[in-house]
């Protein structure tokens, strides 16, 4: 009886809505138009549209495969030692002060998504928010951190970042809601190739929203997802992060190396926050590894062996600079590619010159959801309604296709 009644109480459960990213993914693969164009995947394609995996990965793998002092053993609950230590110089600069004077306290997580998950559970447990439990994030931001802040009960807000009229940033409605936001909030920035945007503040920006927020006592949640594959410079990619940190601004930091490793399905990420004293950074870890054993007790190990045995060798660690460049390089080349089409062939209304402004996998297009909406349905070029494109999604083979359709919408919708 009581097995029947636990049963019938999920009868009312509404159907979710699909992953507007997964469906579009699902309906670029039912589709069977010979030039459908897939610009909706935040995954790095090659010039032929195929998955690419780096060259050092394969030899990583290599390496690993044959090395018979690797077993399937747990790692620790706090993940894979050496990729943490590895991992943290990487973003912060071996000779940081938070590095050499062990005030980082880096835990081994679940990826991009993994790491924004922990580092917003343990703000949920362990900060002292100023009043109500929320965090500012920009607008538009990456989908997901509605939800993952959300779950662990800090609301999400939104501030100015993205300015519709010249497809760039809002810096004065960023700053003014930065500037106004209550003392000791926590604000969500992306460290490089922001998304869905591809819009960054530049440095001289980036100095006056951390003196700003150091003002206030605010807390920084770094998001960096795309660390060497925003300008191919891996130390150029890290500016934001160790300039916050240089200045002393309380910090938490999610990190992925799903882009720039090209190990998507291995999930590798680490969360790193910042404390002000090595006492101080054990303490943290101590918590850290107490919440991340109640959700997956600990992290996967294969994936970040290979990144650390990448970033523990110097002609692994030299092939995978490369590796960037290789990736990097080819997204830089279509916008410019795409940017020439449309302004010296096509010579397509309107100014164009954010698709070569613009940094990183993502490119915000301005063009309209009507707009969007009929790519889609009559060019079979699959986009976001908001005119987010992924730049890895074009190649030599489909660019000017994708140009020549996009002239055609913007002349007549």
Avoid at 214 to 242: I, M, N, T
Avoid at 373 to 397: D, F, P, Q
Wanted: include cysteine.
């Amino acid at each position: 009886m009581s097995n029947t009644v636990a049963a019938e109480s999920f009868d009312d459960v509404a159907l979710a809505p699909l992953d507007v990213i997964f469906k579009l993914s699902a309906d670029f693969k039912a589709d069977t138009f010979p030039q459908k164009v897939n610009l909706g995947v935040g995954a790095y394609r090659d010039d032929n549209s195929k998955p690419w995996v780096l060259p050092v990965i394969k030899k990583a793998n290599e390496i690993l495969l044959n090395d018979d002092s690797v077993d399937h053993e747990y790692l620790p609950i706090t993940g894979l030692p050496e990729f943490c230590d590895l991992s943290g110089k990487l973003l912060f600069g071996a000779d940081s002060p938070v590095v050499k004077e062990k005030r980082l306290s880096t835990v081994q997580c679940i990826s991009g998504t993994g790491s924004n998950h922990l580092a917003a559970l343990f703000l949920s447990r362990f900060y002292k928010f100023n009043g109500e439990k929320k965090a500012f994030i920009s607008q538009p931001t990456w989908v997901n951190h509605f939800n993952i802040f959300r779950n662990v009960g800090i609301e999400p807000v939104t501030y100015p970042y993205y300015d519709p009229k010249t497809i760039g940033l809002d810096f004065d409605g960023f700053l003014g809601a930065v500037q106004n936001a209550p003392p000791k909030s926590v604000i969500l920035l992306h460290a490089c190739a922001h998304n869905p945007t591809g819009v960054d503040p530049t440095h001289e920006q980036w100095q006056t929203i951390a003196r700003v927020m150091k003002e206030r006592a605010h807390h920084a949640f770094f998001d960096c997802a795309y660390q060497g594959f925003a300008s191919g410079d891996l130390d150029a990619d890290a500016w934001a992060v160790r300039h916050f940190a240089a200045e002393g601004i309380p910090l938490l930091v999610c990190q992925s190396f799903a882009k720039n490793a090209g190990l998507y399905g291995e999930r590798v990420g680490a969360l790193h926050i910042v404390a002000k004293s090595a006492d101080a950074a054990a303490r943290v870890k101590s918590q850290l590894a107490v919440l991340q054993r109640s959700e997956i007790s600990n992290p996967p190990a294969y994936g970040a062996r290979l990144v650390a045995m990448i970033l523990g060798q110097p002609e692994l660690f030299a092939q995978w600079k490369q590796d960037i460049k290789t990736m990097a390089g080819r997204i830089i080349d279509m916008r410019h590619e795409l940017h020439r089409l449309l302004t010296q062939e096509l010579k397509t209304p309107g100014n164009w010159d954010h698709i070569i402004n613009q940094i990183g996998m993502f490119s915000f297009t301005g063009l309209s959801p009507e707009q969007c909406k009929t790519l889609i349905e009559e060019y079979h070029v699959y986009l976001t309604s908001n005119g987010r494109i992924s730049m890895a999604g074009l190649n030599s083979h489909n660019i000017q296709y994708f140009a020549k359709a996009v002239d055609t919408v913007v002349r007549t919708k």
